[in-house]
C-alpha cells in the first residue's frame, strides 16, 4: 500500500502530462456522474409538471445543466489519456443519461402533443449534441462506444422524439429506422 503511495507521488517527466491524464479522467468521471444525478432530479421535476405554462422553465434547467456539463468537459482537455476500463464506464454513464432524456422526452410528447413540445425536444437534442461533440473531443473512440451503448435503446426512438443532430453525431444514420 505504501508503494502505491510512493508510486503516485513521484514526478512525472513535463513532456508526458501522465498526471494530468490522471487528473482529466478523474474530472470527467466527476462530472459525468455529476451530470446523471442533476439529469434525474431535473427529470422528475419536468415530469412533475401539469401545465405547459411552467414546461420551457424546467426542460431550461435541464438545458442549462446538460449545457454547463459540455462547457466543462472542455476545459478539462483534449484527446484526454484514460484508461479503457473508465473510457466504457463513462460511455456507459452517459448512454444511462441519454437514455433517461429520451423517456422523457417520449413521455412529454404523450403527455402534451408533439406541436407543444416540438421546440422543447429541440433545445434537449441541441445540448444532448453539444455534450456528445464535447465529449467524442475529450475523450478519443467515445462516441463509438457510446453509439453502440444507444443502439441497444433503439435509434427509431431518437427519432420519434425528433432527436436527429445526437443521431447525426453518433452516426446512427445509416442504420434502419
Known amino acids: 500500500l505504501s508503494l502505491g503511495f510512493l508510486v503516485s507521488a513521484l514526478p512525472a517527466a513535463v513532456d508526458t502530462k501522465a498526471l494530468a491524464a490522471r487528473h482529466g479522467s478523474n474530472d470527467l468521471v466527476g462530472l459525468i456522474a455529476g451530470l446523471g444525478a442533476k439529469v434525474d432530479a431535473d427529470v ?57 432524456i429520451v423517456k422523457l422526452c417520449v413521455d412529454l410528447v404523450a403527455k402534451f402533443g408533439i406541436l407543444v413540445v416540438v421546440g422543447l425536444l429541440a433545445k434537449i437534442d441541441l445540448c444532448l449534441q453539444l455534450l456528445i461533440v464535447n465529449l467524442g473531443v475529450c ?36 442504420i434502419s429506422l
Open 44 to 100: 422528475k421535476a419536468i415530469v412533475a409538471v401539469e401545465a405547459v405554462v411552467d414546461l420551457a422553465a424546467k426542460i431550461d434547467v435541464l438545458v442549462a445543466d446538460v449545457t454547463a456539463c459540455a462547457k466543462a468537459i472542455v476545459a478539462i482537455g483534449v484527446n484526454i489519456d484514460i484508461d479503457a476500463a473508465v473510457k466504457a464506464d463513462i460511455a456507459v454513464k452517459v448512454a444511462a443519461i441519454i437514455s433517461v
Open 139 to 174: 475523450v478519443e473512440g467515445i462516441l463509438v462506444l457510446i453509439a453502440k451503448i444507444v443502439v441497444e435503446l433503439g435509434v427509431s426512438v431518437l427519432a420519434s422524439v425528433h432527436l436527429g443532430l445526437c443521431i447525426n453525431v453518433l452516426n446512427l444514420i445509416s
